[in-house]
């Protein structure tokens, strides 16, 4: 579309004149992730880029604990968000006031949390995770704290599916995901019905009767490699949409079907708003230096383990 194009290439020009990245998250729409993204990928690479770029300004095309989790591995840059809006129901489901009450309860066991998290709760974690590396850091976490149970929060999916594959005991929160939880079975049964050869590649943050009725679960970038990787000739993936629409062109042979959920929070990120954004420097996302610090502790040992 010649709307598109214009814009695309005016942000590709503010992003010279400003020094400017996108890091942009595997839900955006095509025409950002492919158009305008710098970095492309799942919360682990992004978090992992945005700690890399030279860049002194970083434009966050995603949600609002991604552009915190940008800020604190890169307090000396300028992280912008298209959209303060942007937030997230797995984010908004706990406080730092409830990971210490928490604390409290439980002491003397580590704390756990996903990255889809505010940085006043990050600033009370241990060690971060993401759905790419939940199993490994619950392990490290027990082995170092020297403890068979550890605090896994928020997401209660995420939390019960890495239960399923440790024997490390999980204190799990109530969080969920509004897109994944919204996936049923039916949803599933329905498809192997339409298409009995298609592939079915889950989010950990679904309800885990979805990922036992799935074929493979993963992080958005395991289910890219994945689909990558072995080019099944059908395949659902059970997660939000732009997914699909994102990685299609890559695998031309292979056709994705399934039900579509999408993210509204994701979807307040437009390329009108990221061209705003660049135009005028807006809006700046920062995070208090003492939270900023301790929450960098927390994402940085994430970072740092082993592959
Ligand atoms: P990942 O990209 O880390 O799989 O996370 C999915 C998600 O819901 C991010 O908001
Ligand atoms: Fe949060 Fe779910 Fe949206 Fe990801 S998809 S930003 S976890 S509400």
Known sequence: ????????????????????????HNYMTPEI??????????????????????????????????????????PEKTVLIPDLR??????????????????????????????????????????CCTSANAVQVVEWAAREWGVDRVILIPDEF??????????????????HCEVHKRFTVQDIADMRDAWPDAEVLAHPECPEEILAASDFAGSTAAMTDYVEQRKPKRVVLITEC?????????????????????????KRIT???????????????????????RGRLAVQRMIDLPP
Request: proline share 4%; with cysteine; charged share 20%.
């Open 1 to 24: 579309w010649p709307g598109q194009a214009r814009l695309i290439s005016e942000i590709n020009r503010l992003k010279r004149e400003r020094d400017a990245v996108i890091l942009a």
């Open 33 to 74: 992730f492919h158009g305008v993204g710098d970095y492309v990928g799942d919360s682990l690479g992004l978090a992992k880029e945005a700690a890399r770029s030279d860049a002194k300004v970083i434009v966050q095309a995603g949600v609002h604990f991604m552009a915190e989790t940008s800020k604190i591995l890169s």
């Open 86 to 127: 942007a937030g997230c129901s797995l984010a908004s489901s706990i406080t730092g006031a409830d990971v210490r009450l928490i604390k409290q309860r439980y002491p003397g066991l580590p704390v756990v949390t996903y990255v889809n998290t505010t940085a006043d709760v990050k600033a009370e974690t241990d060690i």
């Open 158 to 175: 995420l939390a019960r599916n890495v239960a399923a594959q440790t024997t490390v005991g999980i204190i799990a929160w109530k969080g």
């Open 242 to 266: 732009s997914m699909a629409s994102n990685i299609k062109g890559d695998v031309p042979g292979v056709e994705f079907v399934g039900p579509c959920n999408l993210c509204p929070h994701m």
């Open 271 to 293: 390329l009108e708003n990221i061209r705003d954004c660049l135009a005028h420097m807006q809006f700046e996302v920062t995070v208090p230096q003492e939270m900023l610090e």
